[in-house]
């Protein structure tokens, strides 16, 4: 079982560009859950995909979207970067929201 | 936003000492969990402690939840050097009319341990 795996690993951004994380969950899990976490800080929820649909979602702006894929993978795009968008974004796993299994993350740096 | 506080947020002890680290909350919970970060990648689940519960045990780990002053302790006992990492802990919220979150968790700022050789 290779778990959640994420990709890409790192990634650099200029300012106003558009990105997309991508994120395969652990095999038997349905529930996709996205994560940011700034420097020194704890991970904060974005939002929830379930049966492809977001489900529920944190304090961020529309900027930030997703999608989930009937494999349910799933993808979490972010247009007009700005430097704060700076983060380890994490995705997370888990049947039907119970204990979630987390990737490694993706390192994003906006320049 | 953060649920809470961490406490202390950072510790550094020698292997063999037992390492204890708290967490308070702000809200009701279906549960509380810890996990462990290493070297800012990935998180790690150690161990999930549900509302009506007040300890529970893994390995060297001891978790306990005191749900009237909303706070929740993590011990590791025998600390080794390899679990110098970062510790955070979760909660799953309960929901408004008593409906579930399905999983969204709410982390605190962490604990950064250092174990010694």
């Known amino acids: 079982d290779a778990g959640v795996t994420q990709s890409p690993t790192h990634l650099i951004k200029t300012r106003g560009q558009q990105v997309t994380l991508r994120c395969s969950p652990k095999?038997?899990?349905?529930?996709v859950s996205w994560y940011q976490q700034a420097l020194g800080q704890g991970p904060q929820f974005i939002f929830q995909?379930?049966?492809?649909?977001?489900?529920q979602r944190g304090n961020f702006p529309d900027r930030f979207s997703g999608h989930q894929f009937p494999n349910y993978s799933s993808e979490l795009n972010v247009n007009a970067l700005l430097l704060g968008d700076s983060a380890l974004y994490l995705c997370?796993?888990?049947?039907?929201?119970?204990?979630?299994?987390f990737g490694q993350g993706t390192r994003l740096t906006v320049v | 936003s953060q649920q809470g506080e961490e406490d202390p947020q950072a510790l550094s002890i020698q292997e063999g000492e037992n390492a204890t680290m708290n967490c308070s909350y702000k809200?009701?919970?279906?549960?509380l969990q810890w996990y462990r970060q290493n070297s800012g990648r990935g998180l790690v689940h150690l161990i999930l402690?549900?509302?009506?519960?007040r300890e529970k045990h893994s390995g060297r780990l001891r978790v306990t939840l005191d749900t009237s002053k909303k706070s929740s302790s993590l011990l590791i006992t025998a600390s080794r050097a390899a679990d110098t990492a970062s510790y955070f802990c979760?909660?799953?919220?309960?929901?408004?009319?008593?409906?579930?979150?399905?999983?969204?968790?709410?982390f605190g700022q962490g604990t950064i341990l250092t174990v010694h050789p």
């Open positions: 997370a796993s888990s049947w039907r929201g119970h204990v979630a299994f």
């Open positions: 095999s038997g899990h349905d529930t």
């Open positions: 995909y379930y049966e492809e649909e977001e489900r």
């Open positions: 809200t009701s919970i279906n549960n």
């Open positions: 402690i549900r509302s009506n519960e």
């Open positions: 979760a909660t799953d919220s309960l929901v408004s009319g008593g409906g579930t979150s399905y999983g969204k968790l709410t």
